[in-house]
């Protein structure tokens, strides 16, 4: 009835009598915390205010499905910025516990949005070094995403990652040439398909030649480049942190972003997400 610890697909029904939630909260108690995910339980200690039930639900299915698909265990972080309160979306669904992200001159954040940059000073710093803290993360391992809204086309050279000397990249371009690369001195450049926009994009390492580039769970590039180093600095998101300092600021808004194994089922992963947020 609940294999593995996990609740049951029930839970999207009539969760709130079955689980003791209080309208409108995540206010759980006693056996009533037990019937969610025990990631889902770890997350919400971290949450201040709670989510909404709503909201904890979508988070619930989204954890058990990821566990269920194989994806879980192979992500070190994963934030959703998708929040329904701003300070819940500095907190990594995976492994809560690590340091929260540290916001930089107030970027603008909307519930079951997300944050917005302003092209000029506003990013936030993930507290996640791939080089000192990876643990799926490895070197011919490895990927990155980032889970974009409103993005204009005509922007160029808008970037979410780390550049460190000499030149290690863990990067993703949403310019024309939409250029990308992780764990290596090269990078990519290929034409969009589609045009940039508002979606999911990865880079993933599959190898130490091999990586490539997704969009929206689908393969859209493709490189060999040989794999020498794991950035070693924090990964930022709204700029990109070029060893020095923030540059290179973007004006999109991001909903999502994840860093983990290039073993991650791209396409199970993205379907999961579109189901999350169906599920808001």
């Known amino acids: 009835m609940f294999g593995s610890g996990h609740t049951r697909s029930g839970l999207a029904g009539s969760a709130s009598g079955q689980l003791n939630l209080k309208p409108g909260l995540a206010q759980l108690n006693g056996a009533a915390a037990q019937r969610l995910d025990k990631d889902t339980r770890a997350y919400l200690a971290l949450c201040n205010p709670l989510p909404s039930e709503k909201w904890t639900k979508a988070l619930n299915i989204f ?46 954040w909307t519930k079951d949005v997300g944050y917005m940059g302003n092209g000029s000073g506003m990013y936030l710093d993930t507290g996640y070094n791939a080089y000192t803290q990876g643990i799926s993360y490895t070197l011919n391992s490895a990927c990155f995403g980032v889970a974009y809204c409103d993005v204009a086309a005509s922007e160029a050279n808008q970037q979410n990652g ?3 000397n000499p030149n290690v990249f863990m990067a993703i371009n949403l310019s024309y040439s939409n250029y990308y690369g992780i ?26 030649s091999n990586y490539a580039l997704y969009f929206n769970g689908a393969q ?26 923030a540059n290179s600021f973007i004006s999109q808004g991001i909903k999502m972003s994840f860093m983990g194994s290039g073993a991650i089922n791209q396409q199970k992963l993205y379907a999961c997400w579109q189901s999350f947020l169906n599920n808001l």
Do not use: C, H, M
């Open 220 to 245: 859209q590039g493709s490189a060999s480049a040989a794999s020498n180093a794991i950035p070693n600095g924090n990964f930022y998101l709204l700029a990109r942190n070029g060893g020095s300092g």
């Open 63 to 108: 954890i058990i499905r990821l566990k269920n698909e194989g994806n879980w265990q192979l992500l070190d972080r994963l934030w959703i910025f998708a929040a329904d309160n701003r300070q819940n979306a500095r907190v990594s669904i995976r492994n809560p516990a690590s340091a929260q992200i540290t916001e930089y001159s107030s970027p603008a």
């Open 183 to 208: 764990n290596s001195d090269s990078y990519t450049n290929v034409t969009p398909v589609p045009a940039p926009s508002d979606g999911l994009y990865v880079v993933q390492r599959t190898s130490s």
């Open 162 to 164: 780390i550049v460190v």
